[in-house]
């Protein structure tokens, strides 16, 4: 029997999408899959389509560390998302994010670029390595089921390594200064 010595991270997954018909269902579907079970993660969904703005402030500040999962729409990412972070703000500081993205060629990376911009104004910490799917729409079946998986799971591995690094270094480093004074 596996027994955990220190608390799981809690790992909120947000969709960055709000559209109907979104193909964002089924690529954070797909990544809440990947970090469900016995690994070092418990993880919850933040939907702004589904979620108010209370709610969400609620899930976002008890998380230890987030994946945003986000589309490119317009060489940027998706309205909604950026009202979401400007809507909120201790919620993410001294927390890490990673990022799954999906578009078209460019596979969201232009997308990230401008979060990460926008999340350092937060005062979260970025991590380098991701989860990319270019030309999405041809990569998941109806049921959601990613066609290749290897390279994505290997990718997704390695994101979630640094993710777990970052999240148990800076849990117990966010209730020192700078970031203690700002405590509850």
């Not at 990319?132 to 591995?157: H, I, K, S, V, Y």
Request: charged share 20%; net charge neutral; glycine share 8%.
């Amino acid at each position: 029997m596996h027994r955990r010595l220190t608390p799981a991270i809690h790992l909120a997954v947000i969709y960055g999408s709000s559209r109907e018909g979104r193909l964002c269902d089924k690529v954070a579907g797909w990544t809440l899959a990947q970090v469900e079970g016995e690994g070092p993660f418990s993880a919850e969904a933040i939907d702004p389509a589904v979620h108010d703005l209370a709610e969400v402030k609620t899930r976002l500040g008890r998380a230890d560390a987030f994946i945003v999962v986000t589309p490119e729409y317009n060489r940027s990412f998706p309205a909604p998302l950026k009202a979401m972070i400007d809507d909120t703000g201790p919620e993410w500081r001294g927390k890490p994010v990673a990022f799954v993205s999906y578009g078209g060629v460019s596979a969201g990376l232009r997308a990230v670029e401008q979060l990460r911009l926008v999340l350092a104004e937060q005062h979260a910490a970025t991590i380098r390595d991701g989860v990319c799917f270019a030309n999405a729409w041809n990569q998941f079946d109806e049921t959601g089921r990613l066609a290749d998986a290897e390279r994505a799971e290997r990718a997704m591995a390695t994101m979630l390594g640094q993710l777990h690094w970052w999240a148990s270094a800076l849990r117990s480093a966010r209730n020192s200064v700078p970031y203690g004074q700002f405590a509850a």
